[in-house]
């Protein structure tokens, strides 16, 4: 049996026969309203309250409390989690170096006991760095750190689509290989596949996983992601 860190994000476990495995590195590409930061959000939240998993939540984005107004409008209350320890929310600059990231993370996990952790987006470590050996040297270094702490990580990239809906070429530019160094890869469309829906989620890798690998249709509703199946 494979253990699994369950995401609660009803449907999501289902196709993939109980959610993430277990202290794995995941990877989350979608483009702008695809729904990336409601998975994460949804993710940490049923983790700390239904599962008794504290996490933590990397934004290296400029407004962390835009993020928990988001998490408000589908009832999270996340400032609550935040004081209580048990979803920390953390800002870091853009700046930061992986090395820096790395040791802070270890202080981090350590501290608040985290099972779940998700870096928002991941693709921005690799903005100050050219080198394209070294960019695959650092986020290796990261994705293993994340295992060696036994949490189970998102991370999320970003990717534009085009008018059909399809994939742009050459969407994943310097962060190509956490395609292959994460242990799933779930792609978020923000216009749908199946034309059923707005919106679809497919699944393009999970090891270790007999997972569903055709689209599936996705809504946001009031009280966050909702696969259609």
């Known amino acids: 049996m494979i253990e699994r860190c369950t995401t609660g994000i009803s449907g999501f476990d289902i ?3 109980g959610g993430f495995v277990k202290n794995s590195s995941n990877l989350l590409v ?5 729904g990336k930061t409601t998975f994460m959000l949804q993710f940490l939240w049923n983790g700390a309250v ?3 998993e504290p996490g933590i939540y990397c934004s290296f984005e400029p407004d962390i409390v835009e993020t928990l107004y988001d998490g408000m409008s589908f009832g999270w209350d996340f400032a609550k989690l935040n004081e209580q320890d048990r979803v920390k929310f953390l800002r870091f600059s853009p700046r930061t170096s992986v090395n820096e990231l790395k040791n802070e993370l270890t202080k981090l996990i350590s501290k608040y006991q985290a099972k779940r952790i998700c870096l928002d987006p991941a693709s921005i470590l690799a903005l100050n760095e050219n080198d394209v050996g070294k960019i695959r040297e650092n986020l290796f ?15 999320s990239s ?23 160094l994460c ?3 779930t792609i978020l469309y ?11 989620l497919k699944i393009m890798k999970m090891r270790r996983t ?20």
Do not use: C, Y
Not at 141 to 155: A, E, G, P, Y
Not at 190 to 200: F, I, Q, V
């Open 50 to 52: 239904t599962f008794n």
């Open 158 to 180: 970003e990717f534009m689509e085009d008018e059909e809906g399809s994939v742009e070429t050459g969407i994943w530019s310097k962060t190509d290989i956490l395609k292959f």
């Open 210 to 229: 007999n997972h569903v690998r055709n689209p599936i249709d996705m809504e946001l509703t009031s009280t966050g992601i909702n696969l259609v199946s």
């Open 30 to 34: 979608g483009g702008a309203g695809s």
């Open 15 to 17: 196709i993939t026969q």
């Open 183 to 185: 242990d799933s890869v």
């Open 190 to 200: 923000e216009r749908g596949l199946n034309k059923e829906s707005d919106r679809a």
């Open 141 to 155: 270094d990261l994705v293993s750190l994340m295992k060696r702490l036994k949490v189970t990580s998102i991370l």
